[in-house]
Nanobody
Framework: QVQLVESGGGLVQPGGSLRLSCAAS????????MGWYRQAPGKRRELVAT???????NTAESVKGRFSISRDNAKNTVYLQMNSLKPEDTAVYYC?????????WGQGTQVTVSS
């Protein structure tokens, strides 16, 4: 079982930046596809970005050009750099690990964009 712990959320003004981190347990991190998802109140959870074991990335159109995902395999950590934040980015952000049919989720971290 993989444990995922997110950090870095908080309250930020529109136009500001935050960097989320997700630390994973275990020794197999480098082979996982890692992802960030978000869920706003009353809405379904949606994909934000993923990064494969080889470093290939996939980013949702709604955040493309503003958010970027990266990983540090030596630290078992995946990051989400969020720039030019908008009020509509307000949500709980969840980290996900995926390897074949096995997926795990973190507990989520709240991001609130408001003046």
């Amino acid at each position: 079982q993989v444990q995922l712990v997110e950090s870095g959320g908080g309250l930020v003004q529109p136009g500001g930046s935050l960097r989320l981190s997700c630390a994973a347990s275990g020794s197999m991190f480098s082979i996982y596809t890692m992802g960030w998802y978000r869920q706003a109140p009353g809405k379904r959870r949606e994909l934000v970005a993923t990064i494969s074991s080889g470093g290939g990335t996939n980013t949702a159109e709604s955040v493309k050009g503003r958010f970027s995902i990266s990983r540090d395999n030596a630290k078992n950590t995946v990051y989400l750099q969020m720039n030019s934040l908008k009020p509509e980015d307000t949500a709980v952000y969840y980290c996900n690990s995926q390897y074949k049919a096995q997926g795990y989720w973190g507990q989520g971290t709240q991001v609130t964009v408001s003046s």
